[in-house]
């Protein structure tokens, strides 16, 4: 027999971002759900496991609320909720068809305080409401939308309670003053699989030191968004109606019409892949653009103006019915602007299905021209958690754990010469990481290579570490003054005389390949630039590589239909449970973007209780997916050398 649909506070904030969502949510087995996976892998990469086990640690009388179904949950809490004071985590309620489960919830008599525990953090630049706008910013209002729900269920639920809403933050403004504060919280998994948080040693409040989350109230937000009035297609709601509207559709398991949204559909989670479609499952995306436009699916196999890259019209073509790239003219854009220029060469060539790189030659040539040999090419893997590893860190401070670095001399010898893993469990690595980096440099003045701006914000960052702590490393001053002369800081418009160059900015100017589609990651520009490039297919269609971590390797192996397999899926995977498929999936905004395997792989090595052959594994892997980082970037400007070259 089915449970319940009660609307949860997180199906209601996934309805705020799109109420069709609610019928497809939940049916995993009909409607696949890429954010399942995209969730589980933020939250153990960036530490969210971490932090709402760090906030209960905080109220040490508190009781948790273990019991999973509704019933027992709801029974339990009504129990607890019989003292006077009490402190619950996970506290159940229940008003109407509304369901919550409140991450703390403290009772002092009528006083009730309901504390939303997020893993986001919190600054001193840090504002709930836009500059100019007044308006509460886009990037606070879902959580502050969440907040809201619970506390109207709350109110309902007992009306005599006087309810105040706090969020629970990462505090960046604050720094732990003990070592190893992250090694006391460690992932681990049931019998059935499900991801957990077990805390390790002394976690007293005042074993845990300086306080790390900072609680702020959002009343005030509270309140104003509960006095706004929500659109659902042509309806308008009050905030209760609102709430209603939505948890009786639910309840009944009726599809809310679909309304085509920019950014609403571009973001979409419930898009199946071709092999779940083959599998029989359903893409609710295809289903919504069905329901709202009556396109078939034929039609919807055609590109869509929400995959032109970087474009900020697609609203606009979708007002005027203009759904597909198809219906896009040159008019549309100003060509003379190099970004829009870009953007309808991808119209183009996606529209007539034309493969044929697009390469431009002459200002590729030009940038040759510019560069110091030899030419070194590195690329970095970090993390930024919300606990600390070590005394003086705040939450969200980068950790730079691993390096690789190419080099290609002027007459286009290449050799993987040098690569950095930090794996040691609880150890903060940046000017161990830095130190390395710089002997690896310094030899030379060539130009040296990074892809995207990654790598400059990171040696900016640590250079601010240093700064900060100048009285405790004794090379201090000649590191920072090193990661001067190979970066930029706008802030201060200083620029480095071995500056960075960006090797995704000459992309962006002077390189296209329909495979690309929206992106110019470098996991797109790889397998791109190897299928329409004879000069790579010839050297690397051989064994003969050679770097730290591949013996005579040939990288260009091709499918059942001869077209080149994308290098990075034949290397095994990082993890035996985390398909590269899911890594692959996440959403281009998120941080674990392109480097999703190797910051989950690092949080799972500090953060999980692994065996010695799994430490050695997963370090052999990330080794593995650096060093093809670096020699992707070797490969492109080959790529580009030869085309310069051809006669």
């Keep these: 027999m089915p449970g319940p649909r009660y609307l949860t506070k997180s199906r209601f904030r996934l309805a705020t971002e799109c109420p069709t969502k609610l019928f497809y949510t939940g049916k995993q087995d009909i409607y696949p759900d890429k954010a399942i996976e995209n969730t589980f892998l933020a939250a153990l990469a960036e530490g969210g496991f971490q932090v709402g086990e760090l906030a209960k640690a905080y109220f040490p009388t508190g009781h948790t609320i273990q019991a999973l179904d509704y019933e027992t949950a709801l029974a339990e809490t009504s129990v607890l909720l019989e003292q006077e004071n009490v402190i619950i985590f996970e506290a159940a309620v229940r008003y109407e068809n509304q369901f919550i489960r409140i991450d703390v919830l403290r009772k002092q008599g009528k006083v009730f305080d309901l504390i939303e525990v997020k893993a986001k953090s919190f600054g001193v630049e840090s504002i709930f409401r836009g500059k100019k706008s007044g308006k509460i910013s886009n990037d606070w209002r879902p959580y502050l939308i969440d907040v809201a729900y619970q506390d109207y269920?709350?109110?309902?639920?007992?009306?005599?309670?006087?309810?105040?809403?706090?969020?629970?933050?990462?505090?960046?403004?604050?720094?732990?003053?003990?070592?190893?504060?992250?090694?006391?919280?460690?992932?681990?998994?049931?019998?059935?699989?499900?991801?957990?948080?077990?805390?390790?040693?002394?976690?007293?409040?005042?074993?845990?030191?300086?306080?790390?989350?900072?609680?702020?109230?959002?009343?005030?937000?509270?309140?104003?968004?509960?006095?706004?009035?929500?659109?659902?297609?042509?309806?308008?709601?009050?905030?209760?109606?609102?709430?209603?509207?939505?948890?009786?559709?639910?309840?009944?398991?009726?599809?809310?019409?679909?309304?085509?949204?920019?950014?609403?559909?571009?973001?979409?989670?419930?898009?199946?892949?071709?092999?779940?479609?083959?599998?029989?499952?359903?893409?609710?995306?295809n289903e919504c653009w069905k329901t709202a436009l009556g396109f078939s699916e034929a039609e919807l196999k055609a590109p869509s103006v929400l995959d032109i890259w970087s474009f900020r019209k697609k609203q606009e073509f979708l007002e005027s019915q203009r759904f597909f790239m198809r219906d896009i003219q040159r008019e549309d854009f100003n060509t003379e602007k190099p970004t829009q220029a870009r953007q309808w060469l991808q119209v183009q060539k996606t529209v007539a299905n034309d493969s044929t790189p697009w390469v431009d030659v002459e200002g590729l040539r030009e940038a040759f021209s510019t560069w110091t040999w030899p030419l070194h090419l590195i690329d970095f893997e970090t993390s930024a958690v919300a606990i600390p590893f070590t005394a003086n860190r705040r939450p969200y401070e980068v950790t730079a754990f691993q390096f690789s670095h190419h080099v290609i001399t002027e007459d286009w010898q290449v050799e993987h010469v040098d690569e950095y893993l930090n794996a040691e469990i609880g150890k903060f690595p940046n000017f161990e990481f830095v130190r390395r980096l710089k002997v690896s440099l310094q030899n030379d003045e060539g130009s040296i290579f990074c892809y995207a701006a990654h790598e400059n914000t990171v040696l900016n960052q640590i250079r601010v570490q240093l700064e900060d702590a100048a009285d405790e490393v004794s090379d201090g001053s000649e590191l920072i003054e090193w990661i001067k002369t190979i970066t930029h800081d706008s802030k201060t418009n200083w620029v480095g005389h071995r500056n960075m160059v960006d090797l995704l900015e000459l992309v962006k100017s002077h390189y296209f390949q329909l495979d690309m589609g929206g992106s110019n990651s470098i996991k797109k520009v790889l397998p791109a630039i190897l299928n329409s490039s004879s000069f790579l297919q010839d050297k690397y269609g051989q064994p003969g590589y050679n770097g730290f971590n591949f013996k005579n390797k040939m990288w260009v192996e091709r499918d059942e239909s001869g077209r080149v397999i994308d290098p990075y899926k034949l290397l095994p995977n990082v993890f035996s449970d985390i398909s590269q498929e899911e890594l692959d999936q996440l959403p281009s905004n998120t941080s674990l973007s392109d480097g999703g395997a190797a910051m989950t792989a690092y949080a799972r090595m500090q953060f999980s209780d692994l065996s010695n052959s799994e430490l050695q594994s997963m370090q052999e892997a990330l080794l593995r997916y650096c060093e093809l980082d670096t020699l992707a970037m070797v490969m492109i400007l080959e790529a580009w050398n030869a085309d310069i070259s051809a006669p």
């Design 153 to 285: 269920v709350l109110r309902n639920a007992l009306p005599e309670a006087l309810v105040r809403p706090s969020l629970m933050l990462a505090d960046k403004n604050s720094s732990t003053n003990i070592d190893g504060l992250n090694q006391k919280f460690k992932i681990t998994h049931t019998e059935l699989g499900q991801a957990f948080c077990k805390t390790v040693g002394d976690v007293s409040v005042e074993g845990l030191g300086a306080p790390i989350l900072v609680k702020i109230n959002v009343e005030e937000y509270v309140r104003e968004l509960q006095g706004d009035t929500y659109a659902v297609n042509d309806q308008l709601f009050s905030f209760e109606n609102y709430v209603r509207f939505l948890s009786e559709k639910y309840g009944e398991d009726e599809r809310i019409p679909p309304q085509i949204e920019c950014s609403v559909c571009s973001k979409c989670q419930f898009r199946a892949t071709a092999e779940e479609e083959a599998d029989e499952k359903i893409s609710g995306y």
